[in-house]
């Protein structure tokens, strides 16, 4: 069975610190595909990043990083300088193998930034 | 471009009572569609799938059903609201890129409370 953890319920930073959110995942498959996405205030969730099993290559965009780890399993989220903007619940998510492209979600992590 | 619209956004409706949520997907066809409900943990919770007109999958026994009457259009129903049905629905379409895996985009969501 998919099953994604996001250990930490909740989180509070300053503006300006960094912020890591961990994700860890268990599958049986080799192909599967991972998600993170936001919930600001309003509701709508917002598609930040997918990754594919067979790419661990980490990635940067902006002030958002994301670091792969298949060897523990692990899909964490680090925000540098954070805004109060940034203030909102995230999701990490999985899908495939046996759940097709049915995801798969974490807990998520609520982060409030303040000022 | 590619937009998914849902609604009505909020809604409070008497225990007993019908429900019709409305999705609908623009700039695409034959998309995968679903409907996701989030409770007041938080957690996301997969309802219903549709991988064309007339096929719905269900995920779990429950109160309301799914319809997808046209390619991009799909509906969320139940026929007597209980107090459980409560809170906040998600539609979501998926972009079909098999090679690379697939992204799931979700609407605005609609907030439900019966009363």
């Known amino acids: 069975a998919q099953k994604v953890t996001q250990a930490q319920t909740e989180i509070s930073v300053v503006e300006k610190e960094d912020v890591t959110l961990d994700c860890v995942y268990e599958t049986r498959d080799t192909t599967y595909y991972l998600f993170w996405y936001k919930q600001p205030p309003s509701g709508e969730l917002v598609f930040l990043i997918r990754r594919n099993s067979f790419d661990e290559q980490n990635e940067i965009s902006g002030r958002y990083s994301w670091n792969f780890q298949k060897s523990t399993s692990s899909f964490n989220f680090t925000i540098t300088a954070s805004q109060v903007v940034d203030s909102a619940v995230y999701f990490c998510a999985l899908s495939g193998g046996e759940y097709g492209n049915k995801l798969v979600f974490g807990a998520g992590t609520i982060l409030r930034v303040k000022s | 471009s590619q937009t998914i619209h849902q609604w009505p956004a909020t809604l409070v409706q008497p225990v007993g009572s019908p429900l019709s949520l409305e999705c609908t997907v623009e700039?695409?066809?034959?998309?995968?569609l679903y409907w996701y409900r989030q409770a007041a943990g938080r957690g996301l919770q997969l309802l219903f799938y549709s991988v064309g007109i007339g096929q719905i999958s269900s995920e779990v026994p429950q109160n309301l059903s799914a319809s997808r009457p046209q390619d991009r259009q799909f509906i969320l129903s139940s026929k007597k609201l209980l107090l459980s049905d409560s809170g906040f629905y998600l539609c979501?379409?998926?972009?079909?890129?098999?090679?690379?895996?697939?992204?799931?985009?979700f609407g605005e969501g609609s907030w439900l409370t019966v009363v």
């Open positions: 700039g695409t066809s034959n998309p995968n």
């Open positions: 979501a379409w998926e972009e079909l890129k098999s090679l690379s895996g697939n992204t799931i985009y």
